[in-house]
């Protein structure tokens, strides 16, 4: 099976791509670097060209009002070079609880992605994935200071980038799912516990503050961005610090 990867050399894409072709799949990754940019147009015809699935897992380079632009624009692109060359199969990566906050301005523009897939002709699968271990420590970058780590106890099921690639593989080569599937890690902290486990294994001296106002997740209300029902990745947050 032939695959295009849109967003194959990054974080998720590179590994998708690579789980991919050891499974004897033909995996192509797609990306700015190789001269494929979805929002001007540039280069998808061609890197669609030819696939019997597209799997697209670029974002947008801001988390602000102008995220909603990116998602149609790229979309919009990306389903017209699909219908044209006979895509059978779209997939595309999202998150866990993204309908469920409408006060942030990126989990609307990804909600709108998955609409405009949703609703376009072409057979597709949906992965919501929750937080990425990755990403534990730029959240926490953005209201630290050389004291003190100021979190939310926003409730995490923190997920390994590995076990999302993984997932992503996997129903990119199966049948469309016509809808949407939840992957997750297979525990659930509060963000600033996570911040407190995180710090102490990198013999961090700084505190973390409980702090309701603190960053983009002082936004969620509830436990939204956890799922228990979810299909529950292997890797466990302490190991994957290991």
């Known amino acids: 099976m032939k695959l295009a990867v849109i967003g194959g050399t990054g974080l998720i894409g590179s590994q998708v791509v690579k789980d991919l072709n050891a499974a004897g799949h033909e995996a192509v990754p797609h990306s700015k670097s190789t001269g494929v940019d979805v929002v001007s ?3 998808v015809d061609e890197a669609v060209a030819g696939a019997d699935v597209l799997v697209n897992l670029t974002n947008s380079p801001t988390f602000d009002e102008a995220s909603p632009a990116f998602f149609q624009a790229s979309m919009d692109n990306l389903m017209a070079a699909g ?5 059978r199969h779209f997939v595309i990566l999202s998150i866990v609880g993204v309908d469920r906050v409408p006060e942030l301005d990126y989990y609307r523009a990804k909600a709108l992605q998955e609409n405009l897939l949703a609703a376009g002709p072409i057979p597709y699968s949906i992965v919501r994935a929750t937080q990425f271990m990755e990403f534990i420590e730029a959240a926490m970058s953005w209201t630290a200071d050389s004291d003190t780590v100021r979190l939310p106890a926003t409730p995490i099921q923190p997920i390994a980038s590995k076990d999302v690639a993984a997932a992503v593989a996997e129903v990119a080569v199966g049948a469309p799912l016509g809808g949407i599937r939840n992957i997750a890690g297979p525990e659930i902290f509060s963000l600033d516990e996570l911040g407190r486990i995180t710090l102490a294994h990198k013999s961090d001296g700084r505190t973390v503050v409980t702090d309701p106002t603190a960053g983009m997740f002082a936004a969620v209300k ?7 029902d979810a299909r529950l990745a292997p890797t466990r947050y302490t ?4």
Do not use: A, H, P, Q
Request: no cysteine.
């Open 239 to 242: 190991d994957w610090l290991s």
């Open 83 to 87: 219908r044209k060359s006979g895509i």
């Open 41 to 43: 147009g540039e280069g």
């Open 222 to 228: 509830g436990d939204v961005l956890t799922d228990k």
